[in-house]
């Protein structure tokens, strides 16, 4: 992911596939409660993984453009890039949940600017 997308629907692609591996989301979980250092991201995920496997999911998670990092000293802290991944994650959870609960009911769009059409006005 070192390249830059040609197009908004490849940089979208990026985006999804970027966020496709269970590791990363619990990172942006993680993250969504403000910047940590690296080390206590790794403690924190609760999840067996070496932190060389996080150096490489995180790598990803900083090509697409979801996290930074700073420096704070020697340590590597990394943090959510706003709100707008906080919101794709509330929207995917909303979406899995009612996909794992077996419901049929249709969830309601998300709407917003840039969020799809407005809902047509009442005959």
């Not at 940089?11 to 590791?23: M, R, S």
């Not at 932190?51 to 790598?59: D, H, K, M, N, T």
């Not at 453009?65 to 704070?72: E, H, K, Y």
């Amino acid at each position: 992911m070192n390249r830059v997308p040609s197009s908004l629907r490849e940089a979208q692609a990026e985006l999804f596939q970027a966020l496709g591996h269970p590791v990363r989301v619990r990172v942006l979980e993680v993250l969504q409660d403000g910047p940590i250092p690296v080390q206590e991201l790794l403690a924190a995920l609760e999840l067996e993984i070496e932190s060389s496997e996080l150096a490489r999911q995180l790598a990803m998670l900083l090509g697409c453009g979801v996290v930074t990092v700073n420096r704070r000293g020697t340590a590597a802290v990394y943090e959510g890039a706003g709100e707008d991944v906080a919101e794709l994650l509330a929207v995917a959870r909303r979406i899995s949940s009612v996909r794992l609960s077996g419901l049929s009911e249709p969830l309601e769009p998300v709407r917003g600017p840039g969020r799809g059409a407005e809902p047509e006005p009442a005959p």
